[in-house]
Structures are given as C-alpha cells and as structure tokens.
C-alpha cells in the first residue's frame, strides 16, 4: 500500500518556464512533508519542507503548497534551470521524529 | 548538515556471496538509517542503527539478510548476505537532522552504493 505516490514519473519542461511537481498521500497522519532532489550516481539532497499548519513555504526558486484536505502536495520551480534536471522524491512523516515515507519519484528533464 | 561518505560506490557481485558496506559520518550521531532503492522504485528504510544496542528493522527485513553493526557514533555497516539478483539495488546511508523552518526530521544521504548480483 503506496502511502506516498507521485503519479507523474517523468516530466519536460523548457528552460525558464515553470516546474510543477506533484504528491499524494493517503495517511491523514502525516504532518510533515519533504521534497528532495537526486542527481545520478548521487544520495538525494534535500529541497525545502512544509508543517501541516501552513499551505506554502518558500525558499527562493523552489515553493512548495500543501492542501491537507486533498491530501496533495507539489512543488513549483520557477524558473526552471537545466541543472534542475534530476529525479525529485516527495516524502512524508507522521511526527516530526518519524521516518520519512517517499514517493517513487518524478524524472524532471529541464531543456535549453 | 553531516557529511556521509560510504563505500564501496559500486560493486558487482556473484549470486550468494555476501557484502558489507559501510558508512562514516563527520560528526557523532544517536541514528543511522540504511536505504534501499531497487532499479525504478522509491526508497524503503530497512533498519536504523543505534549504538550499543541491535538494530530496528522494518517489516519485510531481516537480520540474518542484512546484519548491521554501529560499533561508534560514526560509524555503521550494513552486510547483505547470501545475495540474489533481486538484491541488486542503491543501498544509502542516512542521518537525520531537525529543519528549523518546518520541525520535520530531514534526512541527509550518503552518495550510495549501487550492488549489482549476477
């Protein structure tokens, strides 16, 4: 059972334009919410992360919004950059001591 | 953040001999986390390592498949033993911190080691 799902695996979006990623989640539990990005032959890196108690965080290019009620999340990138290309991972955890659930991941290709 | 270096990077190996990988952080940590992501799919936590005590493995992994030892604070290894080509997979080391923006745990990921059984 698939706690964390990013129905979308790939992605193509041209240079400068925006990026718009999604993530569901089934468990109503979950308070915390992470993106990360992962370069090949790399350990993902983390992005930017978001409480339940606010629909938006931002952190220069990247926001991220959550809609508890929709269980849905996504991250927007904006501009998009050709060394955003990467697979970005959406994860979730109940607490904030909890480990983190992800999501199979999304292959963003950013074109010149 | 911590910085994580694990090896080997990369290795073949031949079915039903056994690995271990291991994992050094520059600073002293209560967890370490072991990850594994099979070719295409999402990363599954298969145990945290905790000093001075055995590890906690979840649901699906075993201790005899995937003996960990965290002999320090810095320091664990990760052995999967008896493999298969179904082993064939990144397996990561992982440490967790505390994002102060948000509260949430965020994980920092060693560069992976990527066995592949033949």
């Known amino acids: 059972d698939q706690q964390v799902k990013q129905n979308s695996p790939s992605l193509s979006v041209q240079e400068g334009r925006i990026s718009i990623l999604n993530c569901d989640y089934t468990?109503?539990?979950?308070?915390?919410f992470l993106w990360y990005k992962k370069y090949p032959a790399e350990g993902p890196t983390f992005l930017i992360s978001i409480s339940s108690i606010k629909d938006k965080n931002e952190d220069g290019r990247f926001t991220v919004f959550l809609n508890k009620s929709a269980k849905h999340l996504s991250l927007h990138i904006v501009p998009s950059q050709p060394g955003d290309s990467a697979v970005y991972f959406c994860a979730a955890s109940a607490t904030a001591g909890n480990m983190l659930t992800f999501g199979g991941g999304t292959r963003l290709m950013v074109k010149p | 953040s911590a910085v994580i270096s694990q090896k080997p990077s990369r290795d073949i190996c031949q079915r039903g001999t056994s690995l271990t990988i291991q994992c050094q952080v520059d600073s002293q940590v209560t967890m370490m986390f072991w990850y594994r992501q099979q070719p295409g799919q999402s990363l599954t936590l298969i145990a945290t390592a905790n000093q001075g005590s055995e590890a906690t493995y979840e649901s699906g992994f075993v201790i005899d498949k995937f003996p960990i030892s965290r002999p320090n604070l810095t320091f664990s290894t990760l052995t999967v033993s008896n493999m298969s080509p179904e082993d064939s997979s990144i397996y990561l080391c992982s440490v967790g911190d505390r994002d102060v923006s948000s509260g949430a745990n965020v994980l920092t990921f060693g560069a992976g080691s990527r066995l592949t059984v033949l």
């Open positions: 468990n109503s539990m979950f308070d915390y």
